[in-house]
């Protein structure tokens, strides 16, 4: 025992507190009155604690070391404020301290090692309270850390009686290596238990300053850890394990190294440079498979693989080289909000065990990161590269590796739980080899007036009529001449550089559009016919993706292209025998219809709901009514659930009421040739479905 001058204070006056720090368990005593006996001085930063005291009057069996430690604790301009415990004690109203601040104040301490904690603290619950007042041992009371740091301390004892525990290994950033016995904490209860002890850590207990920045979880978690080894390693000591190793040699055999850091009280893995990384790769692999995280966590672990982005570093249509380096970076994202992602290299950043990112809580990030990297390495055996750092963020593939992660690894790794984020490209078909249909017309301007309209003089423009066609092999937006196509499929490269781009050539694709070319030449057909060829081809008819179609002349000006005269749309104005007026957007709506109605296209009116697609609808047909040469036009069947035909008929009624409306629905409904007289003597048909 540590002697320490009696200081004038009665123990059954002072309150015993305890707090977590560097390694050690601290005790400390507040007293009700000042202490004038301090040894240290104020800083700076700090004030001394002015009715602070080291304990005195422990057992003899209670080692410890004098040290001293900063608290953020209440004050009321440099005056600490009483503990509830001692404010109970001497009778103060807690309301006098409403007016409180933090502050930094120091305190004289007794560091208990962590072998030592548990014992002195059951000791204290025994001896040490007030409640014992026939022990000359026992104190005024006991402070909420004291009794926080007890439950903490059974815990541990919980843990190791049910063998939750296992042995870890360390890396730091210089590479050097130390092993240690770590409580076990990841099952379901196991961590329950450990957050309801979290929650309930008082003020006090977090007070230090110190790396744990008051943060509850990490102060108790390396509590734990500290006690659990320590314990471990005496037991170890105790029963002589060390001797099982103690002729073998661990420079031959990595286990023997980490051994020897786990069975005596040396933490330090005696290996030589070369042996590091064999021996965390296979301590870390080991340690993934007690757990199998997948899609149970709050957090996933992900890859994500990304192109080289330097320029010049393949030419295009060109097989990469070896110095072309994809990379496969990590990272955790949160299962509830796929948005939050921290990345690896911010990972290793991060100080404290527990962190809370947008109100999603993180425990041990550096720990989950390379237990889930362990566990990818068991499925994708490239990423046992990165268990040999002590930091791993990412690792580098060549362009062969990088094709057979995405062809074949890439679907495992989902399969297992895991998050692979791709580059765009990879799942869609215009990063792929495929066909492109080229449609040749006649130059815009010989088909069409000075005023955007069919020239009467022309070839009827529409789906009817006739075109060129060939096809073009294409990788997305770019078209290979037949130079650039020999020159690719000689190259056999899986991923390559097309313009600018990175695609993937699948041997398969490249044969079937040799194959899809010579046996498809080109010719004549309807324009109608090309288009479903182009936008309907099914892959496994022709062996290769269409990607789409490229036309010309007055074909591409149809459709929007930019080769040849555009094709005007005609501003039709509002009939005169249509009783209303067109807003200028539905003026437009109608214009657009009867333009593509000329041309033979289908159409779609989108606007949304209210906005008159009935009136524009109405107009039109007034309209074709007006500008026939004879007034005829045969009858539109209009289809429109049930609860709306009363309301066409209104609108019809209101609109255009020359127009002769047709009801064709329910039993009363006509059939055969009276259907069709009927019809033949009406310009809107209405049924409904």
Same mark, same amino acid.
């Given at each position: 025992?540590?002697?320490?001058?009696?200081?004038?204070?009665?123990?059954?006056?002072?309150?015993?507190?305890?707090?977590?720090?560097?390694?050690?368990?601290?005790?400390?005593?507040?007293?009700?009155?000042?202490?004038?006996?301090h040894?240290?001085?104020?800083?700076?930063?700090?004030?001394?604690?002015?009715h602070?005291?080291?304990?005195?009057?422990?057992?003899?069996?209670?080692?410890?070391?004098?040290?001293?430690?900063?608290?953020?604790?209440?004050?009321? =301009? =440099?005056?600490?404020?009483?503990s509830?415990?001692?404010?109970?004690?001497?009778?103060?109203d807690?309301d006098?301290?409403?007016?409180?601040?933090?502050?930094e104040?120091?305190?004289?301490?007794?560091?208990?090692?962590?072998?030592?904690?548990?014992?002195?603290?059951e000791?204290?619950?025994? %001896?040490? !309270?007030?409640?014992?007042?026939?022990?000359? %041992?026992?104190?005024?009371?006991?402070?909420?850390?004291?009794?926080?740091?007890?439950?903490?301390?059974?815990?541990?004892? %919980?843990?190791?009686?049910?063998?939750?525990?296992v042995p870890?290994?360390?890396?730091?950033?210089?590479?050097?290596?130390?092993?240690g016995w770590?409580?076990?904490?990841?099952?379901?209860?196991?961590? @329950?238990?450990?957050?309801?002890?979290?929650?309930?850590?008082?003020?006090?207990?977090?007070?230090?300053?110190?790396?744990?920045?008051?943060?509850?979880?990490?102060?108790?978690?390396?509590?734990l850890? @500290?006690?659990?080894?320590?314990?471990?390693?005496?037991?170890m000591?105790?029963?002589?394990?060390?001797?099982?190793?103690?002729?073998?040699?661990p420079?031959?055999?990595?286990?023997?190294?980490?051994? /020897?850091?786990?069975?005596?009280?040396?933490?330090?893995?005696?290996s030589?440079?070369?042996?590091r990384?064999?021996?965390?790769?296979?301590?870390?692999?080991?340690?993934?498979? /007690?757990e199998?995280r997948?899609?149970s966590s709050?957090?996933?672990?992900?890859?994500?693989?990304?192109?080289?982005?330097?320029?010049? /570093?393949?030419?295009?249509?060109?097989?990469?080289?070896?110095?072309?380096k994809?990379?496969?970076?990590?990272?955790?994202q949160?299962?509830d909000?796929?948005?939050?992602?921290?990345?690896a290299?911010?990972?290793w950043?991060?100080?404290?065990?527990?962190?809370?990112?947008?109100?999603?809580?993180?425990?041990?990030p550096?720990e989950?990161l390379?237990?889930e990297?362990?566990?990818?390495?068991?499925?994708?055996?490239?990423? =046992?590269?990165a268990?040999?750092?002590?930091?791993?963020?990412?690792?580098?593939?060549?362009?062969?590796?990088?094709?057979?992660?995405l062809?074949?690894?890439?679907?495992?790794?989902?399969?297992?739980?895991?998050?692979?984020?791709?580059?765009?490209?990879?799942?869609?078909?215009?990063?792929?080899?495929?066909?492109?249909?080229?449609?040749e017309?006649?130059p815009?301007?010989?088909?069409?007036?000075?005023?955007?309209?069919?020239?009467?003089?022309?070839?009827?423009?529409?789906?009817?009529?006739?075109?060129?066609?060939?096809?073009?092999?294409?990788?997305?937006?770019?078209? /290979?001449?037949?130079?650039?196509?020999?020159?690719? @499929?000689?190259?056999?490269?899986p991923?390559?550089?097309?313009?600018?781009?990175?695609?993937?050539?699948?041997?398969e694709?490249?044969?079937?559009a040799?194959?899809?070319?010579?046996?498809n030449?080109?010719?004549?057909?309807?324009?109608?016919?090309?288009?479903?060829?182009?936008?309907?081809?099914?892959?496994?008819?022709?062996?290769?993706?269409?990607t789409?179609?490229?036309?010309t002349?007055?074909? @591409?000006?149809?459709?929007?292209?930019?080769?040849?005269?555009?094709?005007?749309?005609?501003?039709?104005?509002?009939?005169?025998?249509f009783?209303?007026?067109l807003r200028?957007?539905?003026?437009?709506?109608?214009?657009?219809m009867?333009?593509?109605e000329?041309?033979?296209?289908?159409?779609?009116?989108?606007?949304?709901?209210?906005?008159?697609k009935?009136?524009?609808?109405?107009?039109?047909?007034?309209?074709e009514?007006?500008v026939?040469? !004879?007034?005829?036009?045969?009858p539109?069947?209009?289809?429109?659930?049930?609860?709306?035909?009363?309301?066409?008929?209104?609108?019809?009624?209101?609109?255009?009421?020359?127009?002769?409306?047709?009801?064709h629905h329910?039993? !009363?409904?006509?059939?055969?040739?009276?259907?069709?007289?009927?019809?033949?003597?009406?310009?809107?048909i209405?049924t409904?479905?």
């Amino acid at each position: 025992m540590i002697e320490v001058p009696e200081q004038g204070v009665e123990r059954s006056a002072m309150v015993i507190h305890a707090n977590w720090s560097n390694g050690f368990l601290h005790l400390w005593c507040e007293q009700p009155t000042p202490n004038h006996d301090h040894q240290i001085e104020a800083t700076d930063d700090s004030l001394v604690h002015s009715h602070a005291a080291r304990p005195v009057g422990l057992p003899a069996w209670v080692q410890g070391q004098e040290r001293t430690l900063t608290l953020r604790l209440p004050a009321i =301009e =440099e005056e600490p404020v009483p503990s509830v415990t001692m404010s109970r004690l001497i009778g103060r109203d807690q309301d006098e301290d409403s007016a409180a601040v933090l502050r930094e104040f120091t305190v004289p301490t007794l560091a208990i090692k962590p072998i030592d904690a548990g014992p002195v603290l059951e000791w204290l619950v025994e %001896h040490g !309270d007030s409640d014992h007042d026939d022990d000359e %041992h026992a104190f005024g009371g006991l402070g909420a850390g004291i009794k926080y740091f007890v439950a903490a301390s059974r815990l541990a004892s %919980h843990l190791l009686a049910g063998h939750r525990v296992v042995p870890m290994i360390l890396q730091d950033a210089q590479g050097e290596l130390s092993a240690g016995w770590w409580p076990w904490l990841s099952d379901p209860m196991t961590a @329950a238990r450990v957050q309801k002890l979290v929650d309930s850590m008082p003020g006090v207990g977090r007070s230090v300053v110190n790396e744990h920045a008051h943060d509850a979880w990490s102060l108790t978690t390396d509590f734990l850890a @500290a006690v659990t080894d320590a314990r471990c390693r005496s037991t170890m000591i105790r029963e002589e394990m060390h001797d099982t190793v103690e002729d073998a040699d661990p420079e031959s055999d990595p286990q023997v190294a980490w051994l /020897l850091g786990l069975l005596d009280n040396t933490e330090e893995v005696p290996s030589v440079q070369g042996q590091r990384a064999d021996i965390v790769r296979k301590v870390r692999r080991w340690i993934s498979e /007690l757990e199998d995280r997948g899609e149970s966590s709050d957090w996933v672990f992900g890859l994500r693989i990304a192109e080289p982005i330097a320029d010049g /570093l393949a030419a295009d249509i060109s097989r990469p080289d070896a110095t072309v380096k994809w990379s496969l970076s990590f990272y955790l994202q949160s299962v509830d909000d796929e948005e939050i992602v921290l990345r690896a290299s911010d990972i290793w950043l991060i100080q404290r065990e527990r962190i809370v990112i947008s109100g999603l809580t993180l425990e041990n990030p550096q720990e989950l990161l390379m237990a889930e990297l362990g566990r990818a390495s068991r499925h994708y055996k490239k990423l =046992e590269e990165a268990l040999d750092s002590s930091e791993p963020i990412e690792i580098l593939l060549d362009s062969q590796e990088a094709y057979a992660f995405l062809r074949e690894n890439k679907p495992i790794l989902e399969e297992q739980g895991f998050v692979v984020q791709s580059p765009p490209w990879w799942e869609s078909p215009s990063g792929r080899l495929g066909a492109r249909l080229k449609i040749e017309s006649d130059p815009a301007e010989t088909m069409f007036d000075e005023n955007g309209d069919p020239d009467g003089a022309a070839p009827q423009l529409g789906l009817n009529s006739l075109v060129g066609y060939h096809w073009e092999i294409a990788i997305g937006d770019t078209t /290979l001449t037949l130079h650039e196509f020999e020159q690719l @499929a000689q190259q056999n490269a899986p991923l390559v550089r097309i313009g600018g781009k990175w695609v993937e050539i699948r041997p398969e694709d490249v044969q079937n559009a040799i194959k899809f070319i010579g046996e498809n030449p080109g010719g004549e057909m309807e324009l109608g016919e090309a288009m479903q060829l182009a936008l309907a081809s099914d892959s496994s008819q022709t062996g290769l993706p269409v990607t789409g179609l490229e036309a010309t002349g007055w074909v @591409a000006s149809l459709l929007g292209g930019e080769d040849g005269a555009s094709i005007k749309l005609p501003e039709l104005e509002t009939p005169e025998r249509f009783n209303g007026t067109l807003r200028p957007y539905q003026s437009r709506g109608m214009s657009w219809m009867s333009f593509m109605e000329q041309f033979g296209f289908g159409a779609c009116l989108a606007d949304d709901m209210g906005l008159g697609k009935t009136i524009q609808m109405l107009a039109l047909m007034v309209h074709e009514r007006t500008v026939a040469p !004879d007034g005829k036009v045969d009858p539109t069947l209009l289809v429109v659930p049930m609860s709306v035909i009363g309301n066409w008929m209104k609108e019809a009624q209101k609109f255009a009421p020359q127009l002769r409306v047709m009801v064709h629905h329910g039993v !009363d409904r006509l059939t055969d040739d009276s259907f069709s007289e009927a019809a033949s003597n009406s310009d809107l048909i209405l049924t409904t479905y």
